[in-house]
């Protein structure tokens, strides 16, 4: 008797230890299903593009990253899926099977960014699609801004919102294309060609403090009840507009995004037909050169109202559309 009431006791402990460890893991992030992708990767010997001015290459600052991120969101009780834990090359392709193929719940691809103009950083986060319809991704996407902007910028920076589609226009990114319909963004958090943020961005206390953003942003998300994906093209379709691919957005040219944009807009001030040509060619320019810049949207803005000037009323539709469903409005939050 004495043995069986034990027993039970035993038991009954047991139970309600494994009850409160997992009751500390009963945040939100419990459970989910999480991919977390760290972008490129084996590709030292073969890509000159994506390494910063003091050698950092891109692809080990998305892996120290992403392998921070791992640990953070499995002491949250996530389950976590990497599509790389090496310096590894993963197809495109596969790394979107690895979401679709485990149903996860959430989908982060880990990413850094370069310009040809070393000044230039601040983070941009990218959602599949048209705003209208990826709802998910673009409440993600702002969670994203909002924790990214507060722990690497200290809550001072310009910031995108963009769809994939300003940098890709024909089909988007194809790890966000591939697992449309679940929650996912890819974020470039900072740019690595500039110098100052490349060293910082070397040391893994910093990389941690990104990882920090990713939990609190995946968070945030998850506490709220998550906004629906409907399919592609069924509310809006947006013409593309043919932006600089990457060799070309690092020429002198491209340089000139932001000085382009504050010349077209003291041109646009002016009435006169030459000058309403002249600002609509350098918007244009700034557009094409930085699509996913924080001036891009008020490029394309602008472009609708000089095209409206010189009576291209469909043209001008066209641009207003491209505004309302690739760029997100958002101000960071202090
Ligand atoms: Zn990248």
Redesign the pocket.
Known sequence: MFKKSFLLLLICSLTCTEYVFSQTKSGVLSGKVICVDA??GGTALTDSY?VGPGGER?EWINLRVAKILQKKLLQKGAKVLMTRTADDTIALWRRAKIVVDNKADLFVSI??NATADANVNFPIIYFHGNASENLAGVALGKELATTITKHLFEGNSPVSVVSDFTIFPKAGAQVLRGTYGIPAVLA?AAFFSNPTEEQKLKQEDYNEKEAQAYTEALEAFFSKSIPEIIPKNRIASVPPFMAFQEAERMTETARRWHQDFLDGQVLMKNSDTTSIRQAYELFTRSARSFPDSYVAAECHANRAVLLRLMGKTDEAKQEELRVKEFYVKFAVKR
């Open positions: 972008g490129h994506r891109e990413h850094h470039e």
